[in-house]
Antibody, heavy 119, light 106 residues
Framework: DVQLVESGGGLAPRGGSLRLSCAASGFNFSASAIHWVRQASGKGLEWVARITSEANGHRTGFGKPTRGRFIISRDDSKEMAFLQMDSLEIEDTAVYYC??????????WGQGTLVTVSS | SFELTQPSSVSVSPGQTVSITCSGDVLAKKYARWFQQKAGQAPSLLLYKDAERPSGIPERFSGSSSGTTVTLTIRGAQVEDDADYYCYSAADNYQAFGGGTRLTVL
């Protein structure tokens, strides 16, 4: 079965940093794109970042609110993905989901990790 | 970048039919996906390529597309369909979700 397990969430000060991890299993990790999607309490889903598969050059893309502050990366040998979050803002407080996609109906999400940025 | 627009909430009685729309210029040239998110859970894929159902998704869920609008239709809504629904699309190096629609079945 496809599994994505996020970790690394917690409390961070405004202006601080956190590094989220996503441990994957049950699928061909190197062939899949990895995304981070966040959801503030009571709010909708917001795309944060994506890194493509090895075959597609590990290209990265970012949503507007996080561009320039967050970095997405992956280690295919360990089947893990990461989200380095710097210059954290109060508005970054949310549950962060790891998501993997390929063509068609291959689209799976982890259970999320909570990030809280304090003032 | 682009935006996707959904109604914030809709309601339906059990057994009736309800539709949720999602509008955005990108939908004229890119496929949409729909996700269902029940309270306290992660989102899960409901439809892809506008109208295709993954295995295990009940036939009462269907999708359609016309121009810059895609529509999710639930025929014979069940109490367990009470959830938030999000459309999603991707183009070039950007992706976006719609704002989400709260479906109340009562």
């Amino acid at each position: 079965d496809v599994q994505l397990v996020e970790s690394g969430g917690g409390l961070a000060p405004r202006g601080g940093s956190l590094r989220l991890s996503c441990a994957a299993s049950g699928f061909n990790f190197s062939a899949s794109a990895i995304h981070w999607v966040r959801q503030a309490s009571g709010k909708g889903l917001e795309w944060v970042a994506r890194i493509t598969s090895e075959a597609n050059g590990h290209r990265t893309g970012f949503g507007k609110p996080t561009r320039g502050r967050f970095i997405i990366s992956r280690d295919d040998s360990k089947e893990m993905a990461f989200l380095q979050m710097d210059s954290l803002e109060i508005e970054d407080t949310a549950v962060y989901y790891c998501r993997t996609t390929e063509e068609n109906d291959f689209d799976y999400w982890g259970q999320g990790t909570l990030v809280t940025v304090s003032s | 970048s682009f935006e996707l627009t959904q109604p914030s909430s809709v309601s339906v009685s059990p057994g009736q039919t309800v539709s949720i729309t999602c509008s955005g210029d990108v939908l004229a040239k890119k496929y949409a996906r729909w996700f269902q998110q029940k309270a306290g859970q992660a989102p899960s894929l409901l439809l892809y390529k506008d109208a295709e159902r993954p295995s295990g998704i009940p036939e009462r869920f269907s999708g359609s597309s016309s121009g810059t609008t895609v529509t999710l239709t639930i025929r014979g809504a069940q109490v367990e369909d009470d959830a938030d629904y999000y459309c999603y699309s991707a183009a070039d190096n950007y992706q976006a979700f719609g704002g989400g629609t709260r479906l109340t079945v009562l």
